[in-house]
C-alpha cells in the first residue's frame, strides 16, 4: 500500500454537480492538506488539518468543503465549481502539523470542470 | 514575505550529462527549512530532501546532490549522469520561521527533460 491514495485519480463534472474527492493516508501521520495545482502556477494551499481539526483555511470558496472524519482520511466535497477550477488537486500528509515537517503527497485527481 | 525563484522554466539534456536546477529564496527568518521534491508525469509529488537552515552541509544521495549557500540564498540540485526517469518536474520549497505556521512556499517548478 502506498503511503498516500487519492480517488478518483480523474473526475470530469459539469457546474452543477456535486462530487467529492478522497484521501488516505498510510503513515500513522496526524496532519493533512489540500493543495491545488494549476497550470502555469505554483501549488496552492487550500485546507490543512491537524489532528482532525481545521488549522487553515486558506481563503478558499465555499464551492470547496473539506471535511476529516479521522486523522487518516481526507474528504474535499466539491459543488457549484466554476470551469477555472479545473487543476490537479494533490493531498500531502505530514507527521506534526507544522509547515516545517516533511509532507508526503499523493498521485493526485485531475479534475476538469466543464 | 517569503519566495523562493526558480528562474530555469524548461531544461533539455542528454541522458549520461550532468545537470545542476537552481533555487534562490528569500526570506527574513533566520530559521527555515528548504525542500526538493519530484514530480513526474504520473502526478505524485515526491520528496527528495529537507534541510535546515543551520545545516549548511552539502549532501549527496547517489547521482543527486545538492549545495546550500546562505550567502547567496540558493539550494541547487545537480543530477549526476542524468537518465531518462529523472525526467520530471522538480519543485524548490521553503517553510519559514521557527514556529512553523508559515506554509510551504513552492517554485514554479522546473521541467527536466532527459532525452535517450
Known amino acids: 500500500e502506498t503511503g498516500v491514495t487519492q480517488t478518483p485519480r480523474h473526475l470530469v463534472m459539469g457546474m452543477t454537480n456535486k462530487k467529492s474527492l478522497k484521501c488516505e493516508q498510510h503513515?500513522?501521520?496526524?496532519?493533512m492538506y489540500w493543495y491545488k495545482q494549476s497550470a502555469k502556477k505554483p501549488l496552492e494551499l487550500m485546507f490543512v488539518?491537524?489532528?482532525?481539526?481545521?488549522?487553515e483555511n486558506n481563503s478558499v470558496p465555499s464551492r470547496f468543503s473539506p471535511e476529516c472524519p479521522n486523522s487518516s482520511h481526507l474528504f474535499l466535497h466539491l459543488h457549484t465549481l466554476q470551469p477555472e477550477d479545473s487543476a490537479l488537486y494533490l493531498c500531502?500528509?505530514?507527521?506534526?502539523?507544522?509547515?516545517?515537517?516533511?509532507?508526503?503527497f499523493g498521485p493526485g485527481t485531475r479534475l476538469t470542470v466543464l | 514575505a517569503q519566495k523562493v525563484t526558480q528562474a530555469q522554466t524548461e531544461i533539455s539534456v542528454v541522458e549520461k550529462e550532468d545537470v545542476t536546477l537552481d533555487c534562490v529564496y528569500e526570506?527574513?527568518?533566520?530559521?527555515?527549512?528548504l525542500f526538493w521534491y519530484k514530480q513526474p508525469p504520473s502526478g505524485e509529488l515526491v520528496f527528495l530532501i529537507r534541510?535546515?537552515?543551520?545545516?549548511?552541509q552539502n549532501e549527496i544521495s547517489g547521482r543527486y546532490s545538492w549545495n546550500f549557500q546562505k550567502s547567496t540564498s540558493s539550494f541547487n540540485f545537480t543530477i549526476t549522469a542524468s537518465q531518462v526517469v529523472d525526467s520530471a518536474v522538480y519543485f524548490c520549497?521553503?517553510?519559514?520561521?521557527?514556529?512553523?505556521?508559515?506554509?510551504?512556499?513552492f517554485g514554479k517548478g522546473t521541467r527536466l527533460s532527459v532525452i535517450a
Open positions: 503513515l500513522g501521520h496526524n496532519a
Open positions: 534541510r535546515n537552515s543551520f545545516d549548511e
Open positions: 488539518y491537524s489532528l482532525e481539526e481545521r488549522v
Open positions: 520549497a521553503l517553510s519559514a520561521g521557527v514556529s512553523g505556521n508559515t506554509p510551504l512556499v
Open positions: 500531502a500528509s505530514s507527521q506534526g502539523g507544522r509547515f516545517f515537517d516533511t509532507q508526503y
Open positions: 526570506t527574513r527568518d533566520t530559521t527555515y527549512y
